[in-house]
């Protein structure tokens, strides 16, 4: 987990990568995490993913809620 959080920040840091944390609101738990990856801003392009919730947060809607949210801040 740490190599993934390092790795996640590393690549912020270079703008190759856009990580979030998730928080549930409803839990007021840490439920897990996904970015932007893959950003060209000389194509203005973005993907969506690395994504992952932690095993009670999946199904419950969160992450249509979260992808929701990215596009919103991407556009």
């Known amino acids: 987990m740490q190599t993934y959080i390092y790795d ?3 690549n912020r840091t270079s703008g190759d990568e856009y990580p979030f944390i998730v928080f549930d609101k409803q839990t007021s738990l840490y439920a897990g995490s996904t970015r932007f990856y ?3 801003m000389e194509w203005q392009t973005v993907q ?3 994504t992952w919730y932690g095993e ?3 199904g419950t809607g ?3 809620h979260c992808k929701f949210l990215l596009l919103q801040f991407a556009f």
Do not use: S, T, V
Request: no cysteine; glycine share 6%; aromatic share 14%.
């Open 48 to 50: 969506l993913g690395y």
């Open 56 to 58: 009670k947060f999946r």
């Open 8 to 10: 996640a920040l590393k």
């Open 62 to 64: 969160l992450n249509k």
């Open 38 to 40: 893959d950003i060209k």
